[in-house]
């Protein structure tokens, strides 16, 4: 057991330095675009990135997850997989294209205002490429080589930092910046992912196996309700913003998105660790051994959440001192919208029972519940409070989404994890993210914030101990590696 978990510490280790470069590269970035561009300019690209993900999430027909659900199924032949994953999405992100294309005038004036050849050819480009960097990106991801995924995402970073400075120096303060280094520096890396594949199962024979096509779609296809629910909860607050403000209080609110980067870069790692790792102790591992996997794995990931969310805001004062003046407001904004990564990653956490078992049902009843919680907050509270009131609003949503999608879940597949600390630490976060919120002195919050934190690692003694324990051994093991 004590090898298991120094050997999941290290595959996470190998997955999160990679993502820890890109957020050192991410703060090169993110002040370097909010000072090219003007809040309004900003704001169009949030407008864009929303765009192409509704796209994207109906074109991929919820074959991502029934890629990762049968990887590791007997009798799967895992390039036939890759083949029957892959062509549906392709076929039908060709036909979306086309729609949008047809559709631009209104479709770009709306979330543009403007339209154009320049605008339309970015948003066709990325949808098409992100299906194929969805599959060769999970393909590395099922493999579990931590390494190579890292890697990968470092050089997906570094050329769009590189594309911006490029486009920023020929195009100036406008929206299209961002449109094109995003799309080069996709469509570079799944190239490199594509010959790659295409290089290391160059032998492999396409032959007849278990999973047909059908039982693929049964089971990837309800997920498409449940994926635009998660996108309207992550979306809602910014459209929103835009329909009650404009382009520039949403440029200030996606700036503190941005800010989210530090947690969100732990969520983008553990999820892309744990999905194959989760699903890998399912099928192999005894229900007792998997379920007092789980349990573990949730005290430490939880503990690990929260003290983020409590460090990010402590520290924001020094955090929005790298954006621009003009996004100096996103400050009031944090606290409460650092809930959405990290409720994010608890429910990846509590939210497995429902995709071992397949009742997605399940996923959309709390989805449904969360939307009609966010657009009846938005609704009130956007108006009159702005971005404060979207970021509100997101906090309680998560909440309700968390909670009701552990419910089923747990109902699903029955594992006993220990809420207690957990709900604690997010009563006192609450009250201290309120209180930050209106807060003048940023000394004194911050203080305010410390304290309350290290009551909370006080109530996590022993998973704290753990976590040193685990650190220590992977950094000796480190060390002697080195010296040999």
Same mark, same amino acid.
């Given at each position: 057991?004590?090898?298991?978990?120094?050997?999941?510490?290290?595959?996470?280790?190998?997955?999160?330095?990679?993502?820890?470069?890109?957020?050192?590269?991410?703060?090169?970035?993110?002040? %370097?675009?909010?000072?090219?561009?003007?809040?309004?300019?900003?704001?169009?690209?949030?407008?864009?990135?929303?765009?192409?993900?509704?796209?994207?999430?109906?074109?991929?027909?919820?074959?991502?997850?029934?890629?990762?659900?049968?990887?590791?199924?007997?009798?799967?032949?895992?390039?036939?997989?890759?083949?029957?994953?892959?062509?549906?999405?392709?076929?039908?992100?060709?036909?979306?294209?086309?729609? =949008?294309?047809?559709?631009?005038?209104?479709?770009?004036?709306?979330?543009?205002?403007?339209?154009?050849?320049?605008?339309?050819?970015?948003?066709?480009?990325?949808?098409?490429?992100?299906?194929?960097?969805?599959?060769?990106?999970?393909?590395?991801?099922?493999?579990?080589?931590?390494?190579?995924?890292?890697?990968?995402?470092?050089?997906?970073?570094?050329?769009?930092?590189?594309?911006?400075?490029?486009?920023? =120096?020929?195009?100036?303060?406008?929206?299209?910046?961002?449109?094109?280094?995003?799309?080069?520096?996709?469509?570079?890396?799944?190239?490199?992912?594509?010959?790659?594949?295409?290089?290391?199962?160059?032998?492999?024979?396409?032959?007849?196996?278990?999973?047909?096509?059908?039982?693929?779609?049964?089971?990837?296809?309800?997920?498409?309700?449940?994926?635009?629910?998660?996108?309207?909860?992550?979306?809602?607050?910014?459209?929103?913003?835009?329909?009650?403000?404009?382009?520039?209080?949403?440029?200030? =609110?996606?700036?503190?998105?941005?800010?989210?980067?530090?947690?969100?870069?732990?969520?983008?790692?553990?999820?892309?660790?744990?999905?194959?790792?989760?699903?890998?102790?399912?099928?192999?591992?005894?229900?007792?051994?998997?379920?007092?996997?789980?349990?573990?794995?949730?005290?430490?990931?939880?503990?690990?959440?929260?003290?983020?969310?409590?460090?990010?805001?402590?520290?924001?004062?020094?955090?929005?001192?790298?954006?621009?003046?003009?996004?100096?407001?996103?400050?009031?904004?944090?606290?409460?919208?650092?809930?959405?990564?990290?409720?994010?990653?608890?429910?990846?956490?509590?939210?497995?029972?429902?995709?071992?078992?397949?009742?997605?049902?399940?996923?959309?009843?709390?989805?449904?519940?969360?939307?009609?919680?966010?657009?009846?907050?938005?609704?009130?509270?956007?108006?009159?409070?702005?971005?404060?009131?979207?970021?509100?609003?997101?906090?309680?949503? =998560?909440?309700?989404?968390?909670?009701?999608?552990?419910?089923?879940?747990?109902?699903?597949?029955?594992?006993?994890?220990?809420?207690?600390?957990?709900?604690?630490?997010?009563?006192?976060?609450?009250?201290?993210?309120?209180?930050?919120?209106?807060?003048?002195?940023?000394?004194?919050?911050?203080?305010?914030?410390?304290?309350?934190?290290?009551?909370?690692?006080?109530?996590?003694?022993?998973?704290?101990?753990? %976590?040193?324990?685990?650190?220590?051994?992977?950094?000796?093991?480190?060390?002697?590696?080195?010296?040999?």
């Amino acid at each position: 057991m004590e090898k298991s978990k120094e050997s999941l510490f290290t595959s996470f280790i190998k997955y999160f330095y990679g993502n820890f470069v890109v957020l050192l590269l991410g703060l090169v970035q993110l002040p %370097l675009t909010t000072r090219v561009l003007r809040t309004e300019e900003y704001g169009k690209t949030t407008m864009f990135i929303t765009a192409v993900s509704v796209i994207y999430i109906f074109a991929i027909l919820g074959l991502d997850q029934a890629y990762i659900r049968y990887f590791y199924k007997e009798g799967v032949n895992r390039k036939t997989l890759f083949l029957q994953c892959l062509l549906p999405p392709f076929i039908l992100i060709l036909i979306l294209a086309a729609v =949008y294309v047809v559709f631009s005038p209104y479709f770009n004036m709306f979330l543009f205002g403007e339209n154009g050849i320049s605008i339309i050819i970015p948003v066709v480009a990325y949808t098409i490429i992100s299906v194929f960097e969805r599959f060769l990106f999970l393909n590395i991801r099922m493999d579990q080589n931590g390494v190579l995924y890292s890697n990968l995402n470092i050089l997906s970073k570094v050329l769009n930092v590189s594309f911006i400075i490029l486009f920023a =120096y020929l195009l100036g303060s406008n929206f299209r910046v961002i449109m094109y280094a995003m799309t080069l520096s996709l469509g570079t890396v799944t190239l490199i992912c594509a010959i790659r594949y295409i290089f290391i199962t160059r032998k492999d024979k396409v032959t007849r196996h278990d999973a047909t096509e059908r039982e693929l779609l049964k089971y990837g296809i309800p997920f498409i309700p449940m994926l635009l629910m998660e996108w309207l909860l992550s979306s809602m607050d910014k459209w929103s913003i835009k329909i009650f403000n404009d382009f520039s209080e949403t440029g200030i =609110y996606g700036s503190a998105m941005q800010i989210m980067t530090i947690i969100l870069t732990v969520k983008i790692t553990f999820v892309a660790f744990w999905s194959p790792v989760a699903m890998e102790k399912y099928e192999n591992c005894s229900d007792e051994e998997c379920k007092s996997f789980f349990a573990d794995m949730f005290d430490k990931v939880q503990f690990l959440c929260m003290s983020t969310a409590f460090l990010l805001t402590i520290l924001r004062g020094v955090i929005v001192l790298i954006l621009g003046k003009d996004y100096r407001e996103a400050i009031s904004i944090i606290p409460f919208l650092t809930l959405m990564p990290v409720l994010s990653i608890m429910f990846e956490m509590t939210g497995q029972g429902v995709k071992f078992t397949g009742k997605i049902k399940y996923f959309n009843y709390a989805s449904l519940a969360a939307i009609i919680c966010n657009l009846a907050g938005n609704t009130l509270l956007v108006p009159r409070y702005k971005g404060v009131g979207a970021a509100l609003a997101t906090a309680v949503t =998560y909440i309700v989404y968390f909670a009701i999608g552990t419910y089923f879940s747990i109902k699903c597949y029955p594992v006993k994890y220990r809420m207690k600390n957990f709900i604690v630490s997010l009563v006192l976060y609450l009250a201290y993210a309120a209180y930050a919120t209106v807060a003048k002195d940023q000394l004194i919050s911050a203080a305010v914030g410390t304290v309350i934190f290290i009551i909370c690692c006080f109530m996590n003694i022993t998973t704290l101990k753990e %976590l040193f324990k685990y650190a220590a051994e992977f950094l000796k093991k480190l060390t002697k590696g080195k010296s040999e």
